[in-house]
């Protein structure tokens, strides 16, 4: 990765402040977009483990420039909560008192206003800790979630980020053919390079696969794993039941310089679905 988006992660690491949830955080990601002016709507996306304790009505993000000097943060609101579609609708699941497991998607969103036009605006949001349950990371119970942004409003002022069309599910049936989409919409029309990288914990520092698990390999695969850096889309065929963790970064390049980025980390659950059936009435 780019050598400044690096060096901003690195000087986070030392002053982020966590928001203190449980281990039911189960994926986040972050995005920005320009409204007019130094206006930006910062909307983050929390999936919450319906077996776990309910997320806050507002959360923090920090906002931050090395360059301007500014170190602040800010409260988003919550606006809308849905549960996480399973595809089956004869499963209860801990979402509505059943047992099945269930996923939440917590939508907040606020209004910031940046101090003036800076080369290294960045946007994080930090949740302690990851799911105890996590098979691919070493003690998950003790590590954070970490996600961000970033945005040059110096040399590309009205710049918003790339917009993830897809929420990534919680949900993968072992055994069966399965794509997360990644693809994201850019309303400036900038070229978009998806990359699989390695999960974040406080300040975006990488945590380190477990023994036998890797960016390429990340899961147990019967198929391998397949990604396209073009359309972000990771395609693989789950023969392991657990949960597992993948990240990915969305770099977003205009003339060939890099304009911003935005992070998507995932907890995806590897569960045994039922067989289904069709009843044949004659």
Known sequence: MLNRYAFVLAFLAAFAPRTSTASHIMGSELTYHWLGGLDYEITLVV???????????????????????????????????????????????????GSYPGAQLYFYRDTVTLSGNCADWTFTWLSCCRNDAIINLDSPGGLDLFISASLDNLNFPGNSSPIFQELAGAYVCMNSPFCLPNATYDADGDSLVYIRVLPMEAGGVPIPYAAGYSVADPFPSSTGHVFDPVTGNHCSTPNVAGQYVVAYDVLEYRSGALVGTAHRDVQLWVITCPVATVDVVG
């Not at 776990?52 to 906002?63: F, K, N, Y």
């Not at 602040?72 to 595809?87: K, Y």
């Open 47 to 97: 999936v919450r483990d319906c077996g776990g304790i309910m997320l806050p009505d507002s959360s923090v993000v920090e906002v931050r420039s090395i360059l301007c000097g500014v170190n602040t943060t800010m409260w988003i609101s919550s606006v809308d909560t849905v549960e996480v579609a399973n595809g089956c609708s004869s499963w209860i699941t801990t979402c509505n008192g």
